[in-house]
C-alpha cells in the first residue's frame, strides 16, 4: 500500500504537487485498519488518550470540555420546542444558529469521549443528530440559505467529527443519510464533491472541505472518497505560480512566503493560519493508516512556517496588515498567535532533526516573548497541551525565534512588507491592480476604506499590543487618519447605511448578478483591487527594504465611472500620491510626492496614529521640524523629523467610540483611548505637495533633536530617493518610464533599487514593483566594476564611464535580485 519514494519523487517532479497519496489501493484488511486507525487518530486528536489525559497540565482543558457539554445539555432541556433544539437558537431561517446549534451538539459528542465525562448519554447525541437532519437540514429544498460557508464546510466540520465520535454508537443508517445530505449541500462542487475549479473550493475552504470528506471516508471505509480527498488537498501545498495558474486560483502560498484568499485578500493571519491548522490536524490524522506518504509534506509546511508566518508574528502579536475583516474582531493578535503556537507544536512532531529542534525552540520563543499569557487550554487537542508542556519542561531547548534580530521581508505577491529590529516591527500595507484594497463582508470591517493605501503599523518592542493595536486601534482611530494614509476629506458610508442596513448589495436582476455570494459583489464590494500596478520594492541582504506605492482609485469608481454598475451603487473616489518606504536600521523614512485630489478635495495625510490608555500618561513634544509622542506609563516612544515639506500638526485627542462601529456583531463596548495623530493637510483645491518624514521607534527626544541619518535625494512622482552616509546606502524607487539619475546611479523606467557600499565592494538589490517588466537596467557611474557574487539573473558589463546591470525580471512578481560588484 505503500508509495515509493522514487516513485513519489517522479510524480512530484512531474506535477509540481507533492503527491503523497499511495498509487495501489488497499486491500479489504488494510482499508479496515487504516480507517479504524484514522478514526481513532481522530478521536484522541480531540479528546484526547488515557494518557494525556492523565496528565495535570490538561485538566483544565477537559473540565472546559465537560462545563461546555453541561451547559449545552441544560440549553437542550430547556429549549421551548420544535423550533429550537437549544435555548434560544431558533432555527427554520437562521444558519448561524442552525451551525451554533450542530456545534453544541459537536461539543457535547467531545465530552462523551473525554475520561472525566463519560458519564454524559451518547444517545442524546444521536436523537439531535436524528431530530435535526429530519427538521432543519435533510430537506435540500429548504437548506442553503444565508451563507454558503454553513452549509459546505460549517455544518459538515460539525456533523463528520460528531459521527467519529459517536462511534458504533452512531447508527450506520443516520452516517450514511447525513453524508448523503452533505454531498448534496456542495452546491460550489460538481456532483456532490470538491470542484477544482470553483472559487469556493480554495486554500483554507478546500483544505477544511477535504478533511471533512477525508472522515466521512473513514466512517463508511470509502476508499475513493478518502483518496480523492486527499488528492484535493494536495493542491493547496504546491506553491502558487502567478504565472501558472492551476485550476485559475491565486488562492494559497506563494514563493516569497505571501498567502491569498479570496483571490486577493493578503490573509496570512485569518485563513492562513486556519489552513496551517488544518493541514497538519491531517498529517496527524493519517499516521499509521497507510492512506498517505505524508512525511514528504512536512518540510513545505516548514518553511511556511519559517518564511510566512514568522515574519508576520511579532513578541507573539500577529499583525494586523494580514488579518482582512478580522481586524475588526474581538480576539487579540495574541490569540491567533496561540493558534499558531499550536500548529507549531504538532509540526514540531512531525519534524526530525534540527528542524524539529528550531520549532520547539520557536514555540518556547513565542511564549516568552509574549505580553499575554498563553493558555494551552484554549488548545484544540489535549495531545497538542502535552507536547507543548513537554516542550516547555526540556532544558535542552533554549528560546530562539525563526527570525533573525533584524530582518525586511518583502511580501510582494500579496502586497504587504514587514520589517524587523530588536526594538521594533513596522509592517506596510498596499494595494494594487493584483491585491485588494481592503476586505469587508457579513458585518466585518465596516470602515475598511483605506487599509490598504498605504496603512502601516508600527509595534515596539517591550508592549502588550492590545493596548496599542488590535480591535481598540480600527475603533477609536479614524478610518481616514490611520498610520501612513492619505486620505479626501469627505465621509463614507458603510454598506449598511448604504443599502438599507443590509449587509450587502442587493440586486439580483442587474446583469452583473450582485447576490451575497457573487463575483460582482466580491469585486466590487468585499473585496475590490486598486487600478495601478506600481507595488513592491527590493531588499537588500534580507535586512534593509526599499517599498514604493502609487495611489490609485479602486475597480468600483473606474466601473462606475464607465457606467457599468447600477446608478444607486455608490462608489468613492480616491485622493492622488506616490510614495516611498525606506526601511533603515533605526528610522523607517517616509517620501510623499504628487499628494492631493484631481476632484479638488482636501486631502489628508496621515504620518502617523497611535494609541493608549485614557489613563496613560502620553506626552507630545514639538520643536522646529521635529515631534515626539511619548507613553510615559509603558516607556514607549517615537520622535518624527521632518526632513522637507510643509510641518506637519501634531494633535492628542481623547476619544470613546463602541466596539459596534466596526463590525456589527461586535458587543456595544464603549471604548475610550488617548488618540495621537501627526498629519499633513491640505485645503480644498490646494496644488499637491510633496514631504518626507523620518519615524524614529524607541528614540529619546535628544536623539530626535539631533537626527542626521537618511538625506532626501529625490522626491518627485517620477523618482524618490534617500541616502544615509552612515550606512553607505542609497535607495531609489522610480516611476515612471524614461531614464532616471541620481547619486552616481542610473535606472531606467520604474524599479527599485538598493545600492550599499562596502569592504571595498557595492551590493545592489533590484526589483521591479509592477511585476510587468522584463528587464530592469541601471548603470553604475564611476569605476568599472566586476561580478563577485550573486544571482545568475543579472547581468553584468562594462560601459563608458561605470557599469551597467541588466537583471531578469521576467515572470519574478516583484522578486529582489542582489549582485555584489567590486573593482
Request: without cysteine; glycine residues 10%; neutral net charge.
Given at each position: 500500500?505503500?508509495?515509493?519514494?522514487?516513485?513519489?519523487?517522479?510524480?512530484?517532479?512531474?506535477?509540481?504537487?507533492?503527491?503523497?497519496?499511495?498509487?495501489?489501493?488497499?486491500?479489504?484488511?488494510?482499508?479496515?485498519?487504516?480507517?479504524?486507525?484514522?478514526?481513532?487518530?481522530?478521536?484522541?486528536?480531540?479528546?484526547?488518550?488515557?494518557?494525556?489525559?492523565?496528565?495535570?497540565?490538561?485538566?483544565?482543558?477537559?473540565?472546559?470540555?465537560?462545563?461546555?457539554?453541561?451547559?449545552?445539555?441544560?440549553?437542550?432541556?430547556?429549549?421551548?420546542?420544535?423550533?429550537?433544539?437549544?435555548?434560544?437558537?431558533?432555527?427554520?431561517?437562521?444558519?448561524?444558529?442552525?451551525?451554533?446549534?450542530?456545534?453544541?451538539?459537536?461539543?457535547?459528542?467531545?465530552?462523551?469521549?473525554?475520561?472525566?465525562?463519560?458519564?454524559?448519554?451518547?444517545?442524546?447525541?444521536?436523537?439531535?443528530?436524528?431530530?435535526?437532519?429530519?427538521?432543519?437540514?435533510?430537506?435540500?429544498?429548504?437548506?442553503?440559505?444565508?451563507?454558503?460557508?454553513?452549509?459546505?464546510?460549517?455544518?459538515?466540520?460539525?456533523?463528520?467529527?460528531?459521527?467519529?465520535?459517536?462511534?458504533?454508537?452512531?447508527?450506520?443508517?443516520?452516517?450514511?443519510?447525513?453524508?448523503?445530505?452533505?454531498?448534496?449541500?456542495?452546491r460550489s462542487g460538481k456532483d456532490g464533491d470538491v470542484d477544482l475549479d470553483s472559487r469556493f473550493h480554495t486554500g483554507a475552504n478546500l483544505a477544511d472541505i477535504t478533511t471533512n470528506r477525508i472522515l466521512q471516508?473513514?466512517?463508511?471505509?470509502?476508499?475513493?472518497?478518502?483518496?480523492?480527498?486527499?488528492?484535493?488537498?494536495?493542491?493547496?501545498?504546491?506553491?502558487?505560480?502567478?504565472?501558472?495558474?492551476?485550476?485559475?486560483?491565486?488562492?494559497?502560498?506563494?514563493?516569497?512566503?505571501?498567502?491569498?484568499?479570496?483571490?486577493?485578500?493578503?490573509?496570512?493571519?485569518?485563513?492562513?493560519?486556519?489552513?496551517?491548522?488544518?493541514?497538519?490536524?491531517?498529517?496527524?490524522?493519517?499516521?499509521?493508516?497507510?492512506?498517505?506518504?505524508?512525511?514528504?509534506?512536512?518540510?513545505?509546511?516548514?518553511?511556511?512556517?519559517?518564511?510566512?508566518?514568522?515574519?508576520?508574528?511579532?513578541?507573539?502579536?500577529?499583525?494586523?496588515?494580514?488579518?482582512?475583516?478580522?481586524?475588526?474582531?474581538?480576539?487579540?493578535?495574541?490569540?491567533?498567535?496561540?493558534?499558531?503556537?499550536?500548529?507549531?507544536?504538532?509540526?514540531?512532531?512531525?519534524?526530525?532533526?534540527?528542524?524539529?529542534?528550531?520549532?520547539?525552540?520557536?514555540?518556547?520563543?513565542?511564549?516568552?516573548?509574549?505580553?499575554?499569557?498563553?493558555?494551552?487550554?484554549?488548545?484544540?487537542?489535549?495531545?497538542?497541551?502535552?507536547?507543548?508542556?513537554?516542550?516547555?519542561?526540556?532544558?535542552?531547548?533554549?528560546?530562539?525565534?525563526?527570525?533573525?534580530?533584524?530582518?525586511?521581508?518583502?511580501?510582494?505577491?500579496?502586497?504587504?512588507?514587514?520589517?524587523?529590529?530588536?526594538?521594533?516591527?513596522?509592517?506596510?500595507?498596499?494595494?494594487?491592480?493584483?491585491?485588494?484594497?481592503?476586505?469587508?463582508?457579513?458585518?466585518?470591517?465596516?470602515?475598511?476604506?483605506?487599509?490598504?493605501?498605504?496603512?502601516?503599523?508600527?509595534?515596539?518592542?517591550?508592549?502588550?499590543?492590545?493596548?496599542?493595536?488590535?480591535?481598540?486601534?480600527?475603533?477609536?482611530?479614524?478610518?481616514?487618519?490611520?498610520?501612513?494614509?492619505?486620505?479626501?476629506?469627505?465621509?463614507?458610508?458603510?454598506?449598511?447605511?448604504?443599502?438599507?442596513?443590509?449587509?450587502?448589495?442587493?440586486?439580483?436582476?442587474?446583469?452583473?448578478?450582485?447576490?451575497?455570494?457573487?463575483?460582482?459583489?466580491?469585486?466590487?464590494?468585499?473585496?475590490?483591487?486598486?487600478?495601478?500596478?506600481?507595488?513592491?520594492?527590493?531588499?537588500?541582504?534580507?535586512?534593509?527594504?526599499?517599498?514604493?506605492?502609487?495611489?490609485?482609485?479602486?475597480?468600483?469608481?473606474?466601473?462606475?465611472?464607465?457606467?457599468?454598475?447600477?446608478?444607486?451603487?455608490?462608489?468613492?473616489?480616491?485622493?492622488?500620491?506616490?510614495?516611498?518606504?525606506?526601511?533603515?536600521?533605526?528610522?523607517?523614512?517616509?517620501?510623499?510626492?504628487?499628494?492631493?485630489?484631481?476632484?479638488?478635495?482636501?486631502?489628508?495625510?496621515?504620518?502617523?496614529?497611535?494609541?493608549?490608555?485614557?489613563?496613560?500618561?502620553?506626552?507630545?513634544?514639538?520643536?522646529?521640524?521635529?515631534?515626539?509622542?511619548?507613553?510615559?506609563?509603558?516607556?514607549?516612544?517615537?520622535?518624527?523629523?521632518?526632513?522637507?515639506?510643509?510641518?506637519?500638526?501634531?494633535?492628542?485627542?481623547?476619544?470613546?467610540?463602541?466596539?459596534?462601529?466596526?463590525?456589527?456583531?461586535?458587543?456595544?463596548?464603549?471604548?475610550?483611548?488617548?488618540?495621537?495623530?501627526?498629519?499633513?493637510?491640505?485645503?480644498?483645491?490646494?496644488?499637491?505637495?510633496?514631504?518626507?518624514?523620518?519615524?524614529?521607534?524607541?528614540?529619546?527626544?535628544?536623539?530626535?533633536?539631533?537626527?542626521?541619518?537618511?538625506?532626501?535625494?529625490?522626491?518627485?512622482?517620477?523618482?524618490?530617493?534617500?541616502?544615509?552616509?552612515?550606512?553607505?546606502?542609497?535607495?531609489?524607487?522610480?516611476?515612471?518610464?524614461?531614464?532616471?539619475?541620481?547619486?552616481?546611479?542610473?535606472?531606467?523606467?520604474?524599479?527599485?533599487?538598493?545600492?550599499?557600499?562596502?569592504?571595498?565592494?557595492?551590493?545592489?538589490?533590484?526589483?521591479?514593483?509592477?511585476?510587468?517588466?522584463?528587464?530592469?537596467?541601471?548603470?553604475?557611474?564611476?569605476?568599472?566594476?566586476?561580478?563577485?557574487?550573486?544571482?545568475?539573473?543579472?547581468?553584468?558589463?562594462?560601459?563608458?564611464?561605470?557599469?551597467?546591470?541588466?537583471?531578469?525580471?521576467?515572470?519574478?512578481?516583484?522578486?529582489?535580485?542582489?549582485?555584489?560588484?567590486?573593482?
Amino acid at each position: 500500500m505503500e508509495i515509493t519514494r522514487r516513485r513519489l519523487l517522479s510524480v512530484l517532479a512531474a506535477s509540481g504537487v507533492l503527491a503523497a497519496v499511495p498509487t495501489q489501493w488497499a486491500s479489504a484488511a488494510q482499508l479496515a485498519d487504516g480507517a479504524a486507525r484514522l478514526l481513532a487518530n481522530t478521536t484522541d486528536m480531540f479528546a484526547g488518550t488515557p494518557a494525556s489525559n492523565s496528565r495535570k497540565e490538561t485538566a483544565a482543558k477537559l473540565a472546559a470540555i465537560e462545563k461546555t457539554a453541561r451547559a449545552n445539555l441544560a440549553a437542550m432541556d430547556a429549549a421551548s420546542g420544535d423550533g429550537e433544539l437549544f435555548k434560544g437558537l431558533p432555527l427554520g431561517s437562521s444558519d448561524p444558529n442552525l451551525n451554533t446549534t450542530y456545534q453544541k451538539v459537536y461539543e457535547i459528542a467531545l465530552a462523551t469521549r473525554t475520561s472525566d465525562a463519560s458519564d454524559i448519554p451518547r444517545d442524546r447525541v444521536v436523537d439531535a443528530l436524528t431530530w435535526l437532519h429530519e427538521k432543519y437540514y435533510g430537506d435540500q429544498s429548504k437548506g442553503y440559505y444565508g451563507n454558503w460557508f454553513t452549509w459546505e464546510i460549517g455544518i459538515s466540520q460539525h456533523v463528520s467529527r460528531t459521527l467519529v465520535l459517536l462511534g458504533d454508537a452512531a447508527p450506520a443508517e443516520l452516517t450514511t443519510t447525513y453524508i448523503a445530505s452533505m454531498d448534496a449541500y456542495l452546491r460550489s462542487g460538481k456532483d456532490g464533491d470538491v470542484d477544482l475549479d470553483s472559487r469556493f473550493h480554495t486554500g483554507a475552504n478546500l483544505a477544511d472541505i477535504t478533511t471533512n470528506r477525508i472522515l466521512q471516508g473513514a466512517l463508511t471505509g470509502d476508499e475513493a472518497r478518502i483518496r480523492k480527498a486527499l488528492t484535493d488537498q494536495l493542491t493547496v501545498f504546491a506553491t502558487v505560480d502567478p504565472y501558472r495558474l492551476r485550476h485559475g486560483v491565486t488562492d494559497g502560498h506563494y514563493a516569497d512566503g505571501s498567502f491569498i484568499q479570496h483571490s486577493s485578500v493578503a490573509y496570512t493571519g485569518s485563513y492562513g493560519k486556519g489552513l496551517l491548522t488544518r493541514v497538519i490536524q491531517t498529517l496527524k490524522l493519517l499516521e499509521g493508516t497507510g492512506f498517505a506518504y505524508g512525511e514528504e509534506l512536512v518540510p513545505t509546511v516548514q518553511k511556511w512556517v519559517r518564511d510566512g508566518f514568522a515574519p508576520l508574528i511579532f513578541e507573539g502579536w500577529m499583525m494586523e496588515a494580514v488579518k482582512g475583516r478580522a481586524v475588526s474582531r474581538t480576539g487579540s493578535g495574541y490569540a491567533d498567535s496561540a493558534t499558531i503556537v499550536e500548529a507549531v507544536v504538532d509540526l514540531a512532531s512531525l519534524s526530525e532533526g534540527d528542524a524539529a529542534r528550531d520549532l520547539k525552540a520557536y514555540v518556547k520563543h513565542l511564549r516568552a516573548a509574549s505580553k499575554a499569557t498563553l493558555d494551552p487550554a484554549t488548545f484544540v487537542s489535549p495531545l497538542s497541551i502535552v507536547r507543548y508542556a513537554d516542550i516547555l519542561a526540556d532544558p535542552d531547548i533554549q528560546p530562539a525565534d525563526l527570525n533573525p534580530p533584524a530582518r525586511s521581508v518583502a511580501f510582494n505577491a500579496m502586497d504587504r512588507t514587514v520589517h524587523r529590529r530588536p526594538g521594533f516591527a513596522f509592517t506596510l500595507s498596499r494595494s494594487s491592480a493584483r491585491i485588494s484594497k481592503y476586505e469587508y463582508m457579513s458585518g466585518e470591517n465596516l470602515m475598511p476604506w483605506f487599509q490598504g493605501d498605504g496603512a502601516h503599523y508600527l509595534y515596539l518592542a517591550g508592549q502588550d499590543q492590545t493596548q496599542a493595536f488590535g480591535v481598540d486601534y480600527f475603533t477609536t482611530v479614524s478610518p481616514y487618519g490611520l498610520a501612513g494614509v492619505t486620505a479626501p476629506v469627505e465621509h463614507r458610508g458603510t454598506v449598511p447605511e448604504l443599502y438599507e442596513g443590509k449587509l450587502f448589495y442587493d440586486n439580483p436582476d442587474h446583469p452583473l448578478n450582485f447576490t451575497a455570494s457573487s463575483e460582482s459583489q466580491n469585486k466590487y464590494v468585499y473585496f475590490p483591487t486598486a487600478t495601478q500596478t506600481y507595488s513592491g520594492g527590493a531588499v537588500l541582504d534580507g535586512v534593509y527594504g526599499a517599498v514604493g506605492w502609487v495611489a490609485s482609485d479602486d475597480v468600483p469608481w473606474r466601473d462606475k465611472r464607465a457606467g457599468l454598475l447600477p446608478d444607486d451603487f455608490v462608489a468613492y473616489r480616491g485622493a492622488r500620491a506616490t510614495k516611498s518606504w525606506f526601511l533603515l536600521d533605526d528610522e523607517v523614512v517616509v517620501l510623499a510626492a504628487g499628494v492631493g485630489d484631481a476632484a479638488g478635495r482636501a486631502v489628508t495625510t496621515t504620518v502617523d496614529a497611535r494609541v493608549a490608555p485614557a489613563g496613560d500618561a502620553v506626552t507630545v513634544a514639538e520643536g522646529d521640524g521635529w515631534v515626539r509622542w511619548a507613553d510615559g506609563s509603558r516607556d514607549a516612544a517615537v520622535g518624527y523629523v521632518r526632513l522637507a515639506g510643509p510641518a506637519a500638526k501634531a494633535r492628542l485627542d481623547t476619544v470613546t467610540r463602541s466596539r459596534r462601529v466596526v463590525r456589527t456583531s461586535n458587543p456595544d463596548t464603549a471604548v475610550t483611548k488617548r488618540v495621537f495623530s501627526l498629519t499633513v493637510e491640505q485645503a480644498a483645491g490646494a496644488k499637491s505637495a510633496s514631504f518626507a518624514y523620518a519615524l524614529l521607534p524607541n528614540a529619546s527626544e535628544a536623539a530626535v533633536r539631533a537626527y542626521e541619518g537618511a538625506r532626501v535625494l529625490a522626491n518627485t512622482s517620477r523618482m524618490q530617493a534617500v541616502g544615509h552616509e552612515g550606512l553607505g546606502l542609497t535607495a531609489v524607487n522610480t516611476f515612471t518610464s524614461g531614464a532616471h539619475r541620481t547619486a552616481g546611479l542610473d535606472v531606467e523606467g520604474p524599479a527599485s533599487v538598493l545600492v550599499r557600499g562596502r569592504g571595498g565592494g557595492v551590493t545592489v538589490a533590484v526589483s521591479d514593483p509592477t511585476t510587468e517588466r522584463d528587464t530592469v537596467t541601471l548603470v553604475l557611474r564611476g569605476h568599472r566594476l566586476r561580478t563577485a557574487d550573486g544571482d545568475d539573473a543579472v547581468r553584468v558589463t562594462a560601459v563608458p564611464g561605470g557599469t551597467r546591470l541588466d537583471v531578469d525580471t521576467h515572470h519574478a512578481y516583484g522578486r529582489s535580485f542582489t549582485v555584489t560588484l567590486r573593482r
